[in-house]
Nanobody
Framework: QVQLMESGGGLVQPGGSLRLSCTAS????????MAWYRQAPGKQRELVAI???????NYADSVKGRFTLSRDSARSTVNLQMDSLKPEDTAIYYC????????????????WGQGTQVTVSS
């Protein structure tokens, strides 16, 4: 019923910028939060940035001051502006969302995007 569509990944030089976008579509009643995670080879998946339904954002220490998470008014789209990128930012970035799709007891569900590759290299 709900799909997360990711875009914006690619190859960028150190110090460059990329903007990731994630849009949730389908039978959405409300969005509790949307977030970006990333996973590098041999590493655990880690939270990069998250925005709650109230608009509060939180960032991993490693990206504070460099990444900015924003959302649209419908709270179904998030953008992750990534500036001053470093090689250690290289990872597959996954959109994550917690969404209520109906009013039933099991109506709140978690969704993951398929992932988009971000490579920071000279």
């Amino acid at each position: 019923q709900v799909q997360l569509m990711e875009s914006g990944g690619g190859l960028v030089q150190p110090g460059g910028s990329l903007r990731l976008s994630c849009t949730a579509s389908g039978s959405i009643v409300s969005v509790y939060f949307m977030a970006w995670y990333r996973q590098a080879p041999g590493k655990q998946r880690e939270l990069v940035a998250i925005v709650s339904s109230g608009g509060t954002t939180n960032y991993a220490d490693s990206v504070k001051g460099r990444f900015t998470l924003s959302r649209d008014s419908a709270r179904s789209t998030v953008n992750l502006q990534m500036d001053s990128l470093k090689p250690e930012d290289t990872a597959i970035y996954y959109c994550n969302a917690n969404i209520r799709v109906n009013s039933g007891p099991a109506g709140r569900r978690e969704y993951w995007g398929q992932g988009t590759q971000v490579t920071v290299s000279s």
